[in-house]
């Protein structure tokens, strides 16, 4: 059974940076897909960015230009780093990942608070 572990998150102030990190254990499976989403409070949960295994990357239009993630295939680790941030990306950032097969898992979440 794969777990995902996220850590980084944290309070910031509006044009601030933050990184976060998630890494996969528990299991001997290939990963395709790892990724980032985020739940405001009262919202859905959106897609913010993702990573394949072959690099290629897809990035949510409002985070474009200031979100950058990046994978490490061999320790099954992805990382988001965050700048510029806005008031408006303050939500619950969960860790994602798509098997081979496309079972899903999810991590426990971090909480991201931008201040103005």
Known sequence: QVQLVESGGGLVQAGGSLRLSCAASGGRVNINIMG???QAQGKQRDLVAT????GTTNYEDSVKGRFTISRDNAKNTVALQMNNLKPEDTAVYYCNAIRTGGYQYWGQGTQVTVSS
């Open 36 to 38: 980032w989403y985020r």
């Open 51 to 54: 990573i394949d295994s072959g």
